[in-house]
């Protein structure tokens, strides 16, 4: 898995690319404390080109997205396809998807 952080003016986009699973498992934590408290006003996770995700990837956005709810932001999934988007439906995270991800 490879992940990239792009920031353009109040909005963050973090960029996954590859394998979300639990044997590519980086410790969100410290990026996710790092932009809740960075200003900005709109947090995405791009998972274009995230091919397979698990219950621990699941697991990670759901830790990710509570740390930004303490800041009072929301996270934002975009641009999931396929199996990415049915776990992330079958998990309840529905309500996170933009309009730009189907199953």
Do not use: W, Y
Not at 21 to 35: G, H, K, Q, V, Y
Not at 41 to 48: A, F, G, S, W, Y
Not at 49 to 61: A, E, F, M, R, V
């Amino acid at each position: 898995m490879i992940l990239s952080c792009l920031r353009q003016g109040t909005n963050v986009a973090l960029c996954i690319q590859g394998n979300f699973t639990f044997f590519e498992n980086p410790d969100l934590s410290p990026l996710a404390i790092e932009i809740a408290r960075g200003g900005f006003d709109r947090v995405i996770m791009d998972l274009k080109s995230c091919h397979l995700i698990d219950s621990t990837g699941l697991g990670l956005i759901m830790q990710v997205n509570a740390l930004l709810e303490e800041n009072n932001l929301r996270l934002e999934i975009q641009n999931a396809e396929g199996q990415v988007a049915r776990m992330i439906h079958v998990a309840g995270f529905s309500g996170l998807l933009s309009d730009q991800s189907a199953a």
